[in-house]
């Protein structure tokens, strides 16, 4: 049995032949669910108008009625998919989907020539709740997109994909979201301006964070990465203020440019040691950021990955790295100590000044055996003075 709580609403929640309650100070509702039937609850006691695009892949509505506080939409047969059917009933709060239910998918549409899709509870703005049974398979594009009440979401182990844009987007009440180990993508912006998202567990399933998924998420303090990520996608965590420390497991291989950018409040971070590309710009403006170790997997620091990391004192440029981007770890105006491990200085993007504007007493410690290629080779040579020898090995 599942307990939640809907304003003053509390309710248990159980599927097949069983009852579902409603209880609170003033009434009690006894109701029986069904698997073609679709329960909700609005705020003006009256009955929804679905949008005109909405489609439920066969099963055809019978009848819509609101009777003592409680809505049914009632089918001929069971629902499988429901395409764009609430996009916009600004009166619905609440909503218990069936078993059996597969899809959740927008509605399409052209005007124009332009193509247009409307998600299935896109733009409820008063909905708090919504109970996903356990045979969903796919939440897609824009569902929830602008759902500004929707404070918890509960997405079932049966899950797979998480749309491939806006499914969560700008769901400014929701706080803490599980993503399930049986999703393997995370949409384009799934979880964009979530601003009171404080908690993002990811599961070991998913292979790849889309671009701006948890993008101005400003509330954000702790992310679990499952172990199962590949790459973590340009703009992911742009702009989560609040993130105070970071773990990179050891799947991931890519980090997208721009991906953590902005994140002011990240103290602690730690790459996985399979990562092989930071790209441009991925931790800049990271200004509580005091220490990075760069592993010896990776081989490319993008142009200006560490650009402004004010607080930035010490670097470890781990031995495989190759290519160093113009200004990497510029205007860190505390950077003291980089420790570059290669024995073949890493050649650096058009420009250089990849310690630009460091504290003038930054030092560059390079292997001993390496210190006279360093201090000749193009751009390195511009630091000849602050480059010394150092032995790695011991």
């Known amino acids: 049995m599942k307990k939640f709580l809907i304003i003053a609403l509390v309710a248990t929640l159980s599927w097949g032949c069983e009852k579902l309650d409603f209880n609170n100070e003033k009434d009690f509702l006894t109701l029986t669910c069904a ?20 489609y439920f892949d066969g ?25 764009g059917a609430f996009y916009g009933c600004k009166s619905l709060t609440y909503v218990i989907l069936p078993e059996g239910l597969k899809k959740l998918t ?12 409307d998600g299935v509870f896109e733009g409820c703005c008063n909905l708090r709740r919504v109970i996903l049974p356990a045979t969903l398979t796919m939440i897609g594009n824009d569902t929830f997109l602008g759902c500004t009440s929707l404070d918890d979401i509960t997405i079932p182990e049966s899950v797979t994909s998480i749309g491939s844009r806006c499914t969560f987007y700008g769901c400014t009440a929701l706080t803490d979201v599980i993503i399930p180990d049986g999703v393997t993508t995370i949409g384009v912006s799934a979880f964009q301006n979530c601003t009171s998202l404080t908690k993002v567990t990811i599961g070991n399933g998913t292979t790849l964070i889309n671009p701006s998924a948890f993008n101005e998420c400003s509330s954000l303090t702790s992310v679990i990465i499952g172990n199962g990520v590949t790459e973590i996608s340009s703009y992911a965590f742009y702009k989560c203020g609040s993130l105070k420390s970071v773990i990179i497991p050891n799947s991931v291989t890519i980090i997208g440019s721009n991906a953590f950018q902005l994140c002011t409040g990240l103290i602690d971070l730690t790459i996985g040691e399979n990562v092989a590309m930071i790209k441009w710009y991925a931790f800049a403006d990271c200004s509580s950021l005091r220490g990075v170790v760069i592993p010896d997997e990776t081989t490319i620091i993008g142009e200006g990955a560490f650009h402004r990391c004010t607080n930035l004192r010490t670097v470890t440029i781990g031995c495989g790295v190759t290519e160093i981007g113009h200004e990497a770890f510029g205007y860190c105006s505390r950077l003291g100590s980089v420790y570059c491990k290669p024995v073949i200085p890493p050649t650096i993007g058009v420009g250089g000044n990849m310690f630009y504007d460091n504290t003038s007493s930054r030092k560059i410690y390079v292997p001993r055996s390496s210190v006279d290629a360093y201090k000749a080779s193009n751009y390195w040579s511009h630091y000849a003075k602050s480059i010394e020898p150092y032995d790695f090995n011991e």
């Open 35 to 54: 698997r073609n039937e679709i329960i909700y609850k609005t705020l003006d006691n009256y009955p929804i108008e679905l949008h005109e695009e909405a």
């Open 59 to 83: 099963a055809y509505l019978v009848s819509n009625t609101y009777v003592d506080g409680v809505g049914r939409l009632h089918f001929n047969s069971d629902i499988k998919t429901i395409q």
């Open 106 to 117: 927008p509605s399409a549409y052209e005007v124009s020539s332009d193509k247009y899709e």
